[in-house]
T-cell receptor, first 112, second 114 residues
Framework: SQQGEEDPQALSIQEGENATMNCSYK?????LQWYRQNSGRGLVHLIL?????REKHSGRLRVTLDTSKKSSSLLITASRAADTASYFC????????????FGSGTRLSIRP | NAGVTQTPKFQVLKTGQSMTLQCAQD?????MYWYRQDPGMGLRLIYY???????DKGEVPNGYNVSRLNKREFSLRLESAAPSQTSVYFC?????????????FGSGTRLTVV
C-alpha cells in the first residue's frame, strides 16, 4: 500500500498565487522528500526534510513536517506556468536504510 | 553528466515474451532502484539494490527479476510478460550518506504488453 497520500489529488490556481499540497504517511520515517514530475518525464528531487526538522526552505519552496501528525506540506509561492507538474511526497522509511515509498501525487495546473 | 540512463524508452511486447530493461548511472551511487508507475498512482518499488552484490524485493516484485551487474548497472527482467505489467518503469539511484539525499531518476521506459 502507498505510504504517502497527497491532498488534494488535483489543484488548479492562477499564476502568481501560492500552491499548497499536503502529504500524510503511516509509519516512522527518517525523512520526507518531495519530487516533481513533468508530463512524460522522470521525477526530479526538490527538497528533503529530516525527521528532526520542522521546516525547510529552498527558493520558492517551503516544506513543513509534523511527525506527531505524520504529515507534511509543500508550499510553492508566487507560482509560475513552469510549475505545472505532478508533485509527489516520498517517505524515507525508518526501518530500512534504502527505501522510500511514494504517495499518489498532486497534479498542479497553473493558469496564465 | 548523463545521470541515470534507461533503455529502451519505449517497448511493446506480446504476452509471454521476455525482455530486459537496462539502467546505468555514472554518479558512483551505491543504491539503485526499479519503480513502476501506473496511471493516477505514485511509484511502487519493484526491487532495489542497496549496494553492489545485493538485491532485495520491494512492494511489487512478482513477475520480475533483477541483476546488479556492477556498481553502475542494474537491470530489470520480465521473464513472461503479462498485460498487468503494462506500465512506465523508472530506474533511480542514490548516493551514500544514509537517507540524507534524494534520488536521481531516469527518464523512464514506457512498456505496453498486448
Amino acid at each position: 500500500s502507498q505510504q504517502g497520500e497527497e491532498d488534494p489529488q488535483a489543484l488548479s490556481i492562477q499564476e502568481g498565487e501560492n500552491a499548497t499540497m499536503n502529504c500524510s504517511y503511516k509509519t516512522s520515517i527518517n525523512n520526507l522528500q518531495w519530487y516533481r514530475q513533468n508530463s512524460g518525464r522522470g521525477l526530479v528531487h526538490l527538497i528533503l526534510i529530516r525527521s528532526n526538522e520542522r521546516e525547510k526552505h529552498s527558493g520558492r519552496l517551503r516544506v513543513t513536517l509534523d511527525t506527531s501528525k505524520k504529515s507534511s506540506s509543500l508550499l510553492i509561492t508566487a507560482s509560475r506556468a513552469a510549475d505545472t507538474a505532478s508533485y509527489f511526497c516520498a517517505a524515507g522509511i525508518y526501518s530500512s536504510a534504502s527505501k522510500i515509498i511514494f504517495g499518489s501525487g498532486t497534479r498542479l495546473s497553473i493558469r496564465p | 553528466n548523463a545521470g541515470v540512463t534507461q533503455t529502451p524508452k519505449f517497448q511493446v511486447l506480446k504476452t509471454g515474451q521476455s525482455m530486459t530493461l537496462q539502467c546505468a548511472q555514472d554518479m558512483n551511487h551505491n543504491s539503485m532502484y526499479w519503480y513502476r508507475q501506473d496511471p493516477g498512482m505514485g511509484l511502487r518499488l519493484i526491487y532495489y539494490s542497496a549496494s553492489e552484490g545485493t538485491t532485495d524485493k520491494g512492494e511489487v516484485p512478482n513477475g520480475y527479476n533483477v541483476s546488479r551487474l556492477n556498481k553502475r548497472e542494474f537491470s530489470l527482467r520480465l521473464e513472461s510478460a503479462a498485460p498487468s505489467q503494462t506500465s512506465v518503469y523508472f530506474c533511480a539511484s542514490r548516493g551514500t550518506g544514509g537517507q540524507l539525499f534524494g534520488y536521481t531518476f531516469g527518464s523512464g521506459t514506457r512498456l505496453t504488453v498486448v
